[in-house]
């Protein structure tokens, strides 16, 4: 039987130490995995496998065990309960989430809805380079989105609404940041100190915070051989298209730049981080 190991890798297909032998990986956007799915996953793994499977670091499953001569058989199985293989080698991963403004109160976005239309939009595109996306809904960062090359963290900007204020001071104790005072009956947000984590509207019994929901972004993080922090280059992004824009932009860099087996943050090394910065906060400001 002829193999080709370097197609079936594309399409999800990691070759095991044992002969014709693979881990299937599974697509799965944002950690988000029906119970409908699990079925399926479970049955293929019984019926194909040896009757388990692996979480792996970036919220998708692998199954392993599988036969190279069963390739088709899995995957109409697997098709008809609404499961896909996943991709690997140099492309648009799986974008990671966690459970965002769902079911989480401390998070200022729907990171499930975001991580959907992140992948419908570039997963699987070819790239100089494999391209990891990664989506957590605020500062408390269970998704250590400075370890993608893109990461998407949930903020907020808030605004004192006086009317509904009861001077109780919840909101002051509630920022880790120092940024709020109160003083006769009057709130201050300090915007120099302020991170835009949106505790204080969470917290505040009354409603008294209009909340502004969006985005802080991190570029270039890398976290295995070479580990680099993910680089903030642009402001808080309210704009939800304005966010689409930027994630357009910097694609399109890596496409543009990129070298065979790059990371992101390689491609901006070489190509100088002046010049990125310039080409991302030219997305910011369209």
Same mark, same amino acid.
């Given at each position: 039987?002829?193999?080709n190991?370097?197609?079936?890798?594309?399409?999800?297909?990691m070759?095991q130490?044992?002969?014709?032998?693979?881990?299937?990986r599974?697509? $799965?956007?944002?950690?988000?995995?029906?119970?409908?799915?699990?079925r399926?996953?479970?049955?293929?793994?019984?019926k194909?496998?040896?009757?388990? $499977?692996?979480?792996?670091?970036?919220?998708?499953?692998?199954?392993?065990?599988?036969?190279?001569?069963?390739?088709?058989?899995?995957?109409?199985?697997?098709?008809?309960?609404?499961?896909?293989?996943?991709?690997?080698?140099?492309?648009?991963r799986?974008?990671?989430?966690?459970?965002?403004? *769902?079911?989480?109160p401390? *998070?200022?976005?729907?990171?499930?809805?975001?991580?959907?239309?992140?992948?419908k939009r570039y997963?699987?595109?070819e790239?100089?380079?494999?391209?990891?996306?990664?989506i957590?809904?605020c500062?408390?960062n /269970?998704l250590?989105?400075?370890?993608?090359?893109?990461?998407?963290?949930?903020?907020?900007?808030?605004?004192?609404?006086?009317?509904? /204020?009861?001077?109780?001071?919840?909101?002051v104790?509630?920022c880790?940041?120092? *940024?709020?005072?109160?003083?006769?009956?009057?709130?201050? $947000?300090?915007?120099?100190?302020?991170?835009?984590?949106?505790?204080?509207?969470?917290?505040c019994?009354?409603a008294?915070?209009?909340?502004?929901?969006?985005?802080?972004?991190t570029f270039?993080g890398?976290?295995?051989?070479?580990?680099?922090f993910?680089?903030?280059?642009v402001?808080?992004?309210?704009?939800?298209?304005?966010?689409?824009?930027?994630?357009? *932009?910097?694609?399109?860099?890596?496409?543009?730049?990129?070298?065979?087996?790059?990371?992101?943050? $390689?491609?901006?090394?070489r190509?100088?981080?002046?010049?990125?910065?310039?080409?991302?906060?030219?997305?910011?400001?369209?």
């Amino acid at each position: 039987m002829s193999i080709n190991y370097a197609e079936l890798k594309k399409g999800g297909w990691m070759r095991q130490k044992q002969k014709n032998k693979f881990a299937l990986r599974i697509h $799965v956007v944002g950690g988000h995995f029906t119970s409908e799915q699990m079925r399926t996953v479970s049955e293929v793994a019984e019926k194909y496998g040896k009757g388990y $499977v692996h979480f792996t670091s970036r919220q998708s499953l692998e199954i392993p065990w599988m036969d190279a001569a069963d390739i088709d058989a899995i995957k109409a199985d697997l098709a008809a309960g609404g499961v896909s293989p996943s991709v690997c080698g140099p492309r648009v991963r799986t974008t990671t989430a966690c459970q965002g403004s *769902a079911t989480c109160p401390s *998070a200022c976005i729907d990171t499930y809805a975001l991580a959907q239309e992140i992948d419908k939009r570039y997963f699987a595109q070819e790239l100089p380079g494999k391209f990891k996306f990664g989506i957590t809904g605020c500062r408390n960062n /269970c998704l250590k989105t400075e370890e993608n090359d893109l990461g998407i963290k949930g903020a907020e900007r808030v605004e004192w609404i006086p009317e509904n /204020c009861i001077a109780c001071g919840v909101c002051v104790k509630a920022c880790r940041d120092n *940024a709020i005072t109160l003083k006769d009956g009057t709130i201050t $947000v300090d915007q120099e100190k302020c991170t835009y984590c949106g505790r204080c509207a969470k917290a505040c019994p009354t409603a008294a915070y209009e909340e502004h929901p969006g985005y802080l972004l991190t570029f270039g993080g890398t976290f295995g051989n070479h580990f680099h922090f993910g680089e903030s280059i642009v402001p808080f992004v309210e704009d939800h298209d304005q966010l689409i824009r930027i994630c357009d *932009a910097t694609i399109d860099f890596f496409s543009e730049h990129g070298e065979p087996g790059d990371r992101l943050n $390689v491609s901006i090394e070489r190509y100088g981080r002046e010049k990125f910065n310039e080409i991302i906060k030219e997305a910011y400001a369209k």
